[in-house]
């Protein structure tokens, strides 16, 4: 289990939205950091959840082309970022809801033009249908592991400790054996385990850190992470 990380209050997400309280020219940058943002981070997932639609399939949607026109419209409006503060919903949940909703607008323009069949069939899902929603956190979850990984492996090779991340790669990623490891880099195996544990614990930090700069609460992040690293290193 990870240990237990102390963390601020507040997150870069609750900064964007106290900057945009501010008004003028601060809360307009505010706007476009939070849309970069969301582009970067959320492209990927959200296409994965409309993937597994059933509008999307009925309807024959390309995920990415609905992706692309929600992300490079539909935040671009006023008071998009607002109602997401006021929503009390977390990021992910208000994106999903406003994908879901595009969606429903392709399916009923699509009914209006007589494809009953097509209307009946996708009617009845729902924003959070269990399967979208966990096509979604897979690849969301994917996308912050291979983030944090990528930031370990630049900070220890900076710090002259690239060599732990090595050992941490070899075994999780590579499904490398301790002794293994140990015998190609001149290790003992106890040596090994040690490199492996710090690094982990660097890797959990920085989860941690990426969780909550997303806006997800500090007991939800550790609970998180668990899940985020079990599933990646789990070989059943």
Not at 53 to 81: K, M, P, Q
Not at 151 to 166: K, P, T, Y
Request: overall charge negative.
């Amino acid at each position: 289990m990870p240990e237990h990380f102390p963390t601020t209050a507040r997150t870069w997400i609750d900064e964007q939205f106290a900057t945009i309280e501010l008004g003028g020219d601060a809360a307009a940058d505010a706007r476009v950091r939070l849309r970069s943002h969301v582009m970067e981070r959320y492209a990927r997932p959200l296409s994965a959840y409309v993937r597994a639609t059933s509008i999307a399939r009925a309807l024959s949607l390309d995920a990415d082309d609905v992706v692309h026109d929600f992300l490079a419209h539909r935040l671009s409006r006023d008071g998009f970022f607002e109602r997401y503060a006021e929503s009390n919903l977390p990021l992910r949940r208000y994106l999903m809801n406003g994908v879901f909703f595009l969606l429903r607008e392709r399916l009923a323009d699509r009914s209006a033009r007589g494809n009953e069949d097509v209307a009946a069939l996708a009617a009845l899902e729902s924003p959070a249908a269990t399967n979208a929603v966990a096509a979604f956190e897979r690849a969301w979850a994917e996308g912050i592991l291979e983030l944090a990984a990528e930031r370990v492996a630049q900070d220890l090779e900076a710090s002259g400790d690239g060599l732990a991340w090595e050992i941490y790669r070899r075994h999780f990623i590579d499904g490398h054996s301790y002794d293994a490891i140990g015998r190609a880099l001149g290790l003992a195996a106890a040596e090994v385990r040690n490199e492996i544990r710090r690094a982990g614990r660097r890797l959990e930090r920085t989860l941690f850190d990426i969780l909550r700069a997303e806006g997800v609460s500090e007991t939800a992040a550790e609970a998180e992470l668990r899940q985020i690293l079990h599933r990646a290193t789990d070989r059943n």
